[in-house]
């Protein structure tokens, strides 16, 4: 089955400790993203990649890091710098910008990691 | 700038339609989604409309674009308790890199027997 998978699905951080979401995708999509979501703010999103071993910052990077050396994996890093890390974590994939016409790039979602602060 | 606007919340009873609301402000946006997220789940991906496109019906899923008003709508015939969710609307915007998607808050479904 194709998909996006996201462990542990329940993470707790110690203060001071930095913990690292997994995301992994074989939907065979460039594309993969990182967004939070708290209650009544909907989604904020904090990093993406379009292509293995390139990545950019989005509106709440500060706090967080991320690599891609692989084109499956997306893992994410709540640095002990994230001051107020609870809440639930969505990791996302899609086809990269399509050359073809009429081709979009459609955000499929894991099933989220809800971080909580020990 | 930027932003997309949904109502809260919506409560129906079981057997009626469903209409959700959304308003957007960037006139250059692509594609137009609607995603339904149930209580301590991830995103699906229920619909999507290109702006080209004035209407979109898939099942019991209906989308409405008003582009002129910037206005998109999500009805669901025959709701039922199952769609009791908080649905998104988010529209998608910018090229190549620059791509993203602008989200609403999401609008709370209450569907009542």
């Known amino acids: 089955d194709g998909g996006i998978t996201q462990s542990p699905k329940y993470l707790f951080r110690k203060e001071g400790q930095n913990v690292t979401l997994s995301c992994e995708q074989n939907?065979?999509?460039?594309?993969m993203y990182w967004y939070r979501q708290d209650p009544g703010q909907g989604l904020r999103l904090i990093y993406y990649?379009?292509?293995?071993?390139?990545?950019q910052k989005g509106d709440i990077a500060e706090g967080y890091s991320v690599s891609r050396e692989k084109k499956e994996s997306f893992p994410l890093t709540v640095t002990s710098a994230q001051k107020n890390p609870t809440a639930f974590y969505l990791c996302a994939s899609s086809h990269r910008d399509g050359r073809l016409a009429g081709r979009q790039e459609t955000q499929y979602f894991g099933p989220g990691t809800r971080l909580l602060v020990l | 700038g930027e932003d997309v606007e949904q109502s809260l919340f919506l409560s129906v009873r079981e057997g009626d339609s469903s209409v959700i609301n959304c308003t957007y402000t960037?006139?250059?946006?692509?594609?137009l989604y609607w995603y339904k997220q149930e209580p301590g789940a991830g995103l699906q991906l229920l619909t999507y409309i290109f702006s080209n496109m004035d209407m979109k019906q898939d099942q019991r899923l209906t989308v409405l674009l008003n582009k002129k008003d910037k206005h998109l709508s999500l009805r669901i015939a025959d709701t039922q308790t199952g769609d009791s969710a908080i649905y998104f609307c988010a529209e998608s915007i910018g090229a190549g890199n620059n791509r993203k998607l602008i989200w609403g808050l999401g609008t709370s479904l209450a569907v009542n027997p």
């Open positions: 990649s379009q292509i293995v071993n390139d990545f």
């Open positions: 939907l065979n999509h460039d594309a």
């Open positions: 960037d006139s250059s946006s692509t594609y």
